[in-house]
């Protein structure tokens, strides 16, 4: 089992930034890949960014390239998402997960944190 706790998140003026931390506990973090997704009210959860376990390779969401960046340090079994230029659009509530590397579904996922950008 890996436990996921997120933090980090509030409110913020448009074209501010704010930085989300996911906590792990569990298993060995360095074999997740970690991931983050942001469900907004009305609409379905999204996939925002991921980062392979060794940190090797990032994705991102066509929505946040340039804007936002993932990383993770396996020495504090933590991943970040850092957010500049946020747009309201950006409000949504974030969630952390992670899955082995080998796998391709999420199984583990944090409780979210919200997010909300005003105009």
């Known amino acids: 089992q890996v436990q996921l706790v997120e933090s980090g998140g509030g409110s913020v003026q448009a074209g501010g930034s704010l930085r989300l931390s996911c906590a792990a506990s569990?298993?060995?973090?360095?074999?997740?890949?970690m991931g983050w997704f942001r469900q907004a009210p009305g609409k379905e959860r999204e996939f925002v960014a991921s980062m392979d376990w060794n940190g090797g390779r990032t994705y991102y969401a066509d929505s946040v390239k340039g804007r936002f960046a993932i990383s993770r340090d396996n020495a504090k079994n933590t991943a970040y998402l850092q957010m500049n230029s946020l747009k309201p659009e950006d409000t949504a509530v974030y969630y952390c997960?992670?899955?082995?590397?080998?796998?391709?579904?999420?199984?583990?996922w944090g409780q979210g944190t919200q997010v909300t950008v005003s105009s």
């Open positions: 569990g298993r060995t973090f360095s074999s997740y890949v």
């Open positions: 997960a992670a899955r082995y590397y080998t796998s391709r579904e999420y199984p583990y």
